[in-house]
């Protein structure tokens, strides 16, 4: 009998529980090429379609290590997430590898339940924008700097301009509509589990230890082991990657010529992307 199981294709074995899994890594930010994958909503929605519409699985698991990034596309992967849970009645499961902060624990919440290593780092609730000022940098080099505008507030927080307090406080109050937003959700996902502290919205980030004592994260615990605790030790992770094309190369739908013409292009990009996302990881020490 168990010669014959062996014939039968994996996916018709009743050998045990199957759980989907996602892996969410990297900076979110829009738009992306093959040297910078970014962490969108575009480039997820394929891989939670695939992962929700296992019919069999009770659940989805999701492991998130992000640094954070734009706040809207951390918002709408985390609206899809919540959207297709309700629509197939799935549980959906988030375990925070090295790092879920700010847009990364904006994702993180979407999960029903958190589980965090002991010494990874979650938190960071707030926003936070930054530049630089070179204002006086034209005038050593001897450059006139020319700028033409309909609208007198379509020069604001230029680089190459003085900075205007009437600019930064019309900043500012943009920060506090975004935190907002994302301190509600924060609650609403949350609720009685989160701990009465001061400094849980100030933008400050914590170890998962002690995210589990402020009700950041649920419990500590690795994917693998906690699977298989909730479903028996038969459960089988089966990881949802994208389709790749007829190179081996994900599928983008852009044709050989049009990638290649765009080689140079998406390598510079690609360079500045990636110094933009390694100044956010530093923030968290990684």
């Known amino acids: 009998m168990a010669r014959f199981k062996q014939l039968v294709p994996k996916r018709f074995r009743n050998e045990g529980t199957v759980i989907p899994v996602i892996r969410l890594q ?13 962490l969108n909503l575009a480039g997820v929605a394929p891989l939670l379609d695939k992962a929700f519409g296992d019919k069999k699985a009770p659940a989805v698991a999701i492991s998130i290590n992000s640094p954070g990034g734009s706040p809207v596309q951390s918002r709408l992967i985390f609206r899809r997430i919540r959207d297709l849970a309700a629509e ?36 960071s609730i707030g926003v936070v924008s930054a530049s630089f000022g070179f204002p006086e940098m034209l ?13 007198k507030n379509k020069a604001t927080l230029d680089p190459f301009q003085p900075e ?13 509509e975004v935190h907002k937003v994302f301190i ?58 994208a389709s790749r094309g007829l190179f081996g190369r994900r599928a ?27 100044s956010l990881w530093n923030r968290y020490g990684l």
């Open 26 to 38: 990297g900076a979110i930010m829009p738009g992306g090429n093959q040297f910078r994958p970014n």
């Open 88 to 123: 197939k009645e799935k549980k959906v499961l988030m375990f925070v590898e090295d790092v879920a902060a700010s847009g990364g624990y904006m994702i993180a919440i979407a999960g029903d339940e958190i589980y965090a290593d002991p010494s990874s780092i979650v938190g």
């Open 139 to 151: 005038n050593k080099i001897g450059v006139e700097r020319r700028v033409y505008t309909a609208g």
């Open 164 to 176: 205007k307090p009437a600019d930064v406080e019309h900043l500012k109050s943009l920060q506090l």
């Open 184 to 241: 509600d959700m924060v609650k609403d996902r949350r609720g009685d589990k989160l701990a009465d502290d001061d400094d849980l919205f100030t933008g400050l980030f914590w170890s998962g230890m002690r995210g589990k004592e402020l009700g950041l994260v649920d419990e500590l615990g690795d994917m693998r082991s906690v699977l298989k605790a909730k479903f028996g030790e038969k459960t089988e992770l089966r990881l949802i990657s």
């Open 252 to 278: 983008t739908g852009a044709s050989v010529e049009s990638w290649a013409g765009a080689l140079g292009a998406n390598a510079t990009d690609g360079l500045i992307g990636s110094l933009e996302e390694k």
